[in-house]
């Protein structure tokens, strides 16, 4: 296949090779930390969430990073970027470890989120780092390539690690404190691997490193604003990144959804661990979609528009919401979480190649800051939503309704906004 072709065509460098490892064996203990929490927070017996407690979580681990994401390229282009994976992976055992205690003594509240929004933000500095080491250990005609490859394994890695979680807390008699335990192991091993890359290989370069750090935070506000009018001129990537921001929304309202169906309609509250194995699989189910969607992407690009796939996807979203999902039915969601999986990441394939391609160099680090603050933000806005909108057990045809609605008509707007008159790219994903 495709992707196993160019990854190993990557492999065959040891830089690239290096830097890798230290990424999906991160990611892999993501999947299990996740795994975890997500188990302790929704599938305790003790508690019974509803669509406002799961919204709740989703904006703590999610909003503030969100809020200093885009100044964390001002550290990632003074500091050693090896450094960052090193220290990143250590002190990252110190929330975790928190978390553990916190959970084997059944607490739970402020101070255990606060020990989450730490480790997922530093989690989301590690990947940034990753993401702008990567120009330095594949070659400038690579690097499209590599941005492609990198993503999907290391989402692989995650439901991997999700995956192997899942199959402990089922057949080990292990709590979930236990787990986080041995998610610090892994994410101990990460930081050995980063041991291997030599401390300057992966920048920044010294150049960067001379312009005074309080300059350079002061103009991320401005630089972000100048990234937005940007986009104002760039019709191609701003069409995009509103299409996505709408299905994201879609994928929000879904994911509450569907995590209620599994905890308060498909089995009864005491049945937790039924429920949980029930949702894991739906998880990973909609893992092998992602992974799907990178194979089937670039075929599809190569024969019709990336604008023109994306509104192919977001109607197949639309009318596998109706059927098999109405049906609210274990197996019609596990056939729906894979139509999803596939969409989701199809989608999100097509929007980073527009964006990239048709977005000046000089701003494309803003524009995907701004990318990624939008991502996460319209995500929770529909968590919030569904916390006023979903019945406690999630089924709801007039939300399913709406979901496949807002698809649709997100399809339609879109494909009249990119007609060829609108400056369509013909991007192979």
Not at 137 to 149: I, Y
Not at 402 to 426: C, D, F, I, M, Q
Request: a positive charge; hydrophobic letters at 55%; charged letters at 10%.
């Amino acid at each position: 296949m495709r992707f196993f072709v160019e990854l190993r065509s990557l492999l065959a460098d040891a830089r690239f090779r290096r830097l890798f490892a230290v990424r999906v064996t991160s990611q892999s203990a993501d999947g299990v930390f996740q795994l975890a929490l997500t188990s302790y927070l929704l599938f305790s017996p003790e508690r019974q969430p509803d669509a406002l407690s799961i919204a709740g979580a989703l904006a703590a681990v999610l909003l503030p990073f969100s809020a200093l994401g885009p100044f964390t390229g001002v550290f990632l282009d003074r500091w050693p970027r090896q450094q960052v994976l090193l220290w990143c992976n250590v002190t990252r055992l110190i929330p975790l470890l928190g978390i553990a205690a916190l959970i084997s003594a059944h607490r739970t509240g402020v101070p255990l989120y606060a020990l989450a929004i730490v480790s997922f933000s530093i989690n989301r500095f590690l990947l940034a780092g990753l993401s702008a080491a990567l120009p330095h250990v594949v070659e400038p005609r690579e690097l499209v390539l590599a941005n492609s490859v990198t993503p999907t394994a290391g989402t692989l890695a995650f439901f991997g690690g999700l995956g192997a979680g899942t199959l402990a807390r089922g057949i080990l008699p292990w709590g979930d404190g236990a787990i986080l335990a041995a998610a610090s192991l892994i994410y101990l091993l990460a930081a050995v691997l980063a041991l291997r890359i030599p401390v300057r290989q992966l920048g920044p370069d010294p150049c960067l490193r001379q312009v005074p750090i309080g300059s350079r935070l002061s103009a991320v506000v401005g630089d972000l604003r100048s990234g937005l009018r940007h986009l104002r001129g760039r019709p191609t990537a701003s069409h995009a990144l509103a299409a996505i921001a709408a299905h994201r929304f879609g994928y929000g309202l879904s994911t509450v959804a569907t995590i209620l169906l599994y905890r308060g309609y498909f089995h009864p509250p005491a049945a937790t661990q039924a429920a949980f194995t029930g949702l894991s699989t739906a998880v990973l189910v909609s893992g092998v979609g992602f992974f799907a969607a990178a194979l089937f992407t670039p075929v599809a690009t190569a024969r019709i528009s990336a604008q023109t796939w994306i509104a192919v996807l977001l109607l197949i979203a639309a009318a596998c919401q109706v059927l098999p999902g109405g049906l609210y039915t274990e197996s019609g969601v596990l056939v729906a979480a894979f139509v999803l999986g596939v969409t989701a990441q199809g989608v999100k394939i097509c929007v980073d190649t527009l964006v990239q391609r048709s977005v000046d160099d000089e701003f494309r680090g803003r524009v995907f800051a701004l990318y990624d603050v939008a991502f996460n933000v319209v995500f929770v806005a529909a968590a919030a939503v569904g916390a006023v909108v979903l019945p406690d057990n999630g089924k709801s045809y007039a939300v399913l309704g709406l979901v496949a609605a807002g698809y649709a008509l997100t399809a339609v707007l879109y494909r009249r906004a990119e007609r060829p008159s609108g400056g369509e790219l013909a991007v192979a994903c």
